[in-house]
């Protein structure tokens, strides 16, 4: 099964697939999580990708798809895997399509005030990327990872200037995605305003039927 997670920065899609890939036994690819990876290797593309990420805004088509290349050829990939941040422009979805078959993809979706409030408490563990919010998700022991015990620490695109810019890039350049996906009949939406932990049984759920063939789609999450 190769799912796509689609939505704004800060909507929880990372959240989400850390539960999904643990049901469905397949790997959860974020991007960003990839770029962060490379970023902190002192070599020259990891500071270009630092300096870009920094800003808020989008790596080059050319990095990022040598990378996701690298990245699905992977054994653990053959079975399927959750592609969290990726495609956010036309130019990588028609890269995709000519890469992989895709299932379905999730798009989620909250109100501003929520994606900001998710943003700027946010909280990410240093070594297995597990993410934690300082009110909603919080860690059972405070600044540290409830599932490898390392650090968490906030991101440095989680600040103002940068997040602003990411909402920008987000409404420009990968909002449009989502009437496309929806053309080719491939769009679930997730509409996240219940709390975590129901979203989260309710996305399980459905997945579940699906793949038992107890219904031909995921249908609207919410
Ligand atoms: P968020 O979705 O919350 O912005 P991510 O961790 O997915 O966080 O992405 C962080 C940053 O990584 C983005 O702002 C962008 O600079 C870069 N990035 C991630 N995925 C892509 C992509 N598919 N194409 C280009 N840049 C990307
Ligand atoms: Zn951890």
Redesign the pocket.
């Known amino acids: 099964m190769k799912l796509l997670f689609l939505g704004s920065?800060?909507v929880g899609?990372?959240t989400y697939a850390q539960v999904l890939k643990e049901v469905l036994n397949i790997p959860h690819i974020?991007?960003?999580?990839l770029?962060?990876a490379e970023s902190k290797k002192n070599s020259p593309l990891g500071r270009k990708i630092s300096d870009?990420?920094l800003k808020?805004?989008?790596?080059s088509?050319e990095i990022?798809l040598e990378m996701l290349e690298e990245r699905i050829a992977e054994k653990d990939c053959k079975k399927g895997f959750i592609l969290?941040?990726?495609?956010?422009?036309l130019v990588?979805v028609n890269h995709l399509k000519n890469l992989i078959e895709i299932s379905h993809v999730l798009n989620f979706k909250a109100d501003d005030e929520v994606i900001i409030e998710r943003?700027s408490g946010r909280l990410t563990c240093k070594k297995c990327s597990t993410i934690f919010h300082k009110t909603g998700n919080k860690p059972k022991k405070e600044g540290v990872c409830d599932a490898c015990g390392h650090e968490l620490y906030q991101r440095k695109?989680d600040t103002s200037e940068a997040v602003k810019k990411?909402l920008e890039?987000y409404k420009e350049k990968t909002k449009p995605l989502i009437d496309y996906f929806k053309n080719e009949g491939l769009l679930v939406e997730v509409i996240i305003n219940k709390p975590i932990s129901e979203i989260r049984e309710q996305i399980i759920t459905k997945v579940k039927d699906y793949l038992e063939g107890k219904t031909d789609k995921i249908g609207e999450i919410k």
């Open positions: 920065p800060g899609k990372g974020s991007t960003g999580d770029l962060r870009i990420m808020g805004d989008l790596v088509d990022m969290d941040g990726f495609p956010r422009n990588q943003l695109d990411r890039v």
